[in-house]
């Protein structure tokens, strides 16, 4: 039974004292009911054999976004249960209780409606309504696990055991023994060519899918044919194309043999939907690019070769220009003042051309110009653009084998004109033909600059303006060797869980829709404990993952916590719960001087100090590797702590999120990968530990609670006011007698 302290000092020489109840369960709703002394419970019995007096330790780790619930032991009287042995009654009889349910509830005999100010005239204006907890609360759910006993007594052992426990993923394979891949996020094509109307393959926001040959779906027989798996949002289907990865430039180039689409839908195994697209095993590909370099092999040094190949962005690219400018050239004037070579290094492709066709062409854009000097009737000034396909030996010299692409002549008696916005020797608005070449993938482009005069006497300036250089290619694979994995650009799984729509883009709700689709938990936004809290502040961080291999559901959730910056974990209610540090946290316990006792005031360790984080980022579809990246720092406490050059720092690999990556240190905490962990583990913090004499904190209160002081035992903590702290619960131990915790502090910026 019960009572309440009369005075503080009462309060503080005993500690708070609840009955705890334990249900153990044998199916979904029966259990039987045990307890420290015999109670009824609303007309059911808990038998008082309980022995020892277990704890219950919770605790989240802010640095690793985890939370952890401790696993307990019961000892437990061998009395007599329907005139048997309870030992016989938990293993041997009609009922099983391995892997069955254990419920704890803190039973609160007492609920009185007074408050602790109304007891004491010398008690804190602090309201205490018990009324608010209930009779019973529950604070722990757990599986049983195992037991053992003597005559007297019986070991019975209890595990925080997770729906998610022994589940990987993905786990549904196909008949040719292919697992059907799994994918988040929001991917994104690139438009989708051919040689005939070829693309720029510069996009990289794709997912590997894998090889599932000669597999039968629909009536549709594989036999010499490919299918590849993509999975995602069933409505794509017009834009599933495949794309094949070029090692050797780091292309991602569209197939197109893929390019008519021809996919599929169906179901593998009980609910996984996903595409099937079936063609032949030669990945004949046509794209664009520019050269992946650029250089002046001849001729006196002028111009920048590399603004012929620049991206600004724009197709043609025309800003930035390779101007070779030549000044006074006369008939006389020697090779090098006449003519001006560049390479355009091709890069060496992964497969082969395809020879049944066209295969190389390339298109340039440029303007010619000529100032005559002298004109006259008798001479003629001429500037010319030339190319030649061959390797690197034969482009750099004067040799024969130049092709003429135009050229602008003065006529007789000229004097300066030009000739504008040109593409392949026509005006470039007309969309003239490539100009095709026949080569081998060693080959490299040379243009070459002409300058000529007719007459000794007689001379001209000219210049010719190189704005954008472009290479079409049409290849194949060998086909008799067909490749592991394509590459996809559709986006992933769309929301299965409750009051979800539409494609899970975003990384907390990746996490969601793991737990339903795979683990089957789910409830309503408003169960969820911190869901919509969460939801507001991770919109806009995007992930793109993927997963082909299984992996354990417990791993993938954490490292999407971990990246995503939250920590899921469930109550010891059974009900879910998320928690993400917020910008402007409130409190959720306002405490006073006489809640707790041995109260304890220190700060993290300078070891554990995070300063400076470099964040790889966008994982390659293709390889073990990230394209992006950035490099973060906390230079106000690398300085105030004296931190050098090498130490506290952490190299980070996401390999899920792609937007809201960093931030700055002193940032609101919510706006990048970032600046949450710099405002938690960036800098010296503050931390408390106690033990808790208000009984109904001490049940009511949880991990990721938020707790500030109205009055506290010290003046100050440390030097700083306690006045306006908050700090977060991060480890909570509940038994029967007593209740500890440690918290952290939330710093406001």
């Known amino acids: 039974m019960l009572t309440l302290p009369s005075t503080w000092d009462e309060a503080l020489s005993r500690p708070h004292k609840a009955t705890w109840l334990f249900e153990l369960y044998y199916d979904s709703t029966n259990y039987v009911g045990l307890s420290f002394e015999d109670i009824d419970y609303l007309g059911t019995p808990f038998y008082g054999a309980v022995l020892n007096k ?6 989240m780790n802010l640095a690793q976004s985890k939370a952890s619930t401790s696993n307990l032991s019961l000892s437990v009287a061998n009395f007599q249960y329907n005139g048997k042995p309870f030992s016989e009654e938990l293993f041997g009889g009609t009922n099983k209780y391995i892997n069955k349910d254990c419920k704890i509830y803190a039973y609160l005999e007492d609920s009185p409606a007074d408050t602790w100010d109304s007891l004491t005239a010398n008690w804190e204006d602090e309201t205490r309504d018990w009324d608010a907890i209930g009779t019973r609360l529950q604070i722990y759910q ?19 055991k ?28 690139s438009t989708h060519g051919t040689y005939a109307s070829p693309q720029f393959p510069n996009v990289k926001t794709y997912r590997p899918v894998p090889l599932a040959p000669n597999f039968e779906i629909d009536g549709v027989v594989g036999g010499n044919k490919l299918n590849y798996y993509i999975t995602g949002i069933i409505n794509e289907t017009s834009t599933a194309h495949l794309y094949y990865f070029d090692k050797s430039s780091d292309l991602f ?9 021809t996919g599929l839908s169906d179901v593998v195994g009980s609910e996984t939907v996903y595409y099937q697209i079936s063609a032949g095993s030669v990945a004949d590909r046509g794209f664009k690019i520019r050269p992946i370099g650029a250089s002046q092999s001849y001729g006196n040094s002028v111009g920048t070769p590399n603004n012929a190949i620049d991206n600004d962005g724009s197709d043609p690219s025309v800003t930035n220009t390779l101007i070779v400018d030549v000044d006074n050239i006369i008939n006389s004037s020697s090779d090098v003042e006449k003519y001006r070579v560049y390479e355009f290094i091709q890069p060496s492709l992964d497969g082969d051309f395809n020879t049944a066709g066209d295969h190389v062409s390339f298109d340039v854009w440029y303007d010619l110009y000529i100032d005559d000097k002298t004109p006259s009737n008798t001479w003629i000034a001429n500037t010319i653009i030339e190319y030649k396909y061959t390797d690197a030996a034969g482009g750099s010299d004067m040799s024969l084998g130049w092709t003429e692409i135009e050229m602008l002549t003065s006529g007789s008696g000229s004097g300066s004109l030009s000739s504008l916005n040109r593409q392949n020797g026509s005006e470039s608005s007309s969309s003239p033909s490539p100009i095709v070449v026949t080569g081998n993938s060693g080959y490299n482009l040379y243009l070459r600059a002409s300058f000529a005069s007719s007459s000794g006497t007689g001379y001209m300036d000219g210049r010719v303006v190189i704005k954008d250089v472009q290479i079409r290619y049409n ?28 494609t899970a883009t975003e990384i907390h709700e990746a996490h969601r829709d793991i737990l339903k689709r795979y683990v089957g938990v789910d409830d309503s936004d408003a169960n969820i404990t911190g869901w919509t809290a969460l939801d507001s502040a991770r919109s806009g961080w995007n992930l793109r993952y993927w997963l082909l291999e299984p992996e354990s559901v417990k791993s993938i959730l954490e490292k999407l916590q971990y990246e995503g910056c939250f920590i899921f974990w469930f109550r010891g209610d059974g009900t879910m719960r998320y928690y993400h540090r917020p910008d402007s946290p409130s409190a959720d316990f306002t405490l006073t001087k006489h809640d707790v006792t041995d109260l304890k005031v220190s700060h993290t360790d300078f070891s554990d100090l995070v300063t400076t984080m470099k964040i790889n980022y966008e994982k390659h579809p293709a390889e073990n590797r990230y394209i992006s990246n950035q490099t973060k720092s906390n230079g106000s406490a690398r300085t105030n ?8 720092i952490k190299e980070i690999k996401l390999d899920a999120l792609v937007a809201n990556t960093a931030g700055d240190y002193d940032d609101d905490p919510n706006d990048g990968f970032f600046s949450y962990y710099a405002n938690l583990n960036s800098d010296v913090r503050l931390m408390i530990s106690g033990k808790i004499l208000n009984p109904k ?9 938020v707790i500030a002081f109205s009055t506290a035992p010290t003046d100050k903590f440390f030097g700083e006011s306690y006045s306006g702290k908050k700090f977060v619960i991060t480890k909570i131990q509940k038994s029967v007698d007593s209740a500890s915790f440690e918290a952290f502090e939330l710093k406001e910026n």
């Open 162 to 189: 997770r729906p998610w426990d022994f589940i990987s993923i993905p786990n549904t394979k196909d008949t040719t023994d292919v697992y059907i891949p799994i994918s988040y996020g929001n991917f994104t094509p």
């Open 697 to 705: 904190f001490a049940y009511q209160s949880e991990i990721g609670d």
């Open 142 to 160: 757990g599986r049983i696990t195992g037991m053992s006993h003597t005559a007297d007594s019986i070991e019975i052992n209890i595990v925080t």
């Open 475 to 502: 290849m194949i694979n060998d086909e008799d060797k067909p490749y592991d994995y394509f590459y996809s650009g559709i986006d992933g799984w769309e929301k299965s869980y409750s009051g979800g729509s539409g």
């Open 641 to 648: 702590w004296n931190i050098q050059s090498d130490e506290n």
């Open 253 to 261: 180039i569209p197939v197109s043999s893929f390019g008519t689409n």
């Open 54 to 59: 277990p704890s219950i330790r919770d605790a």
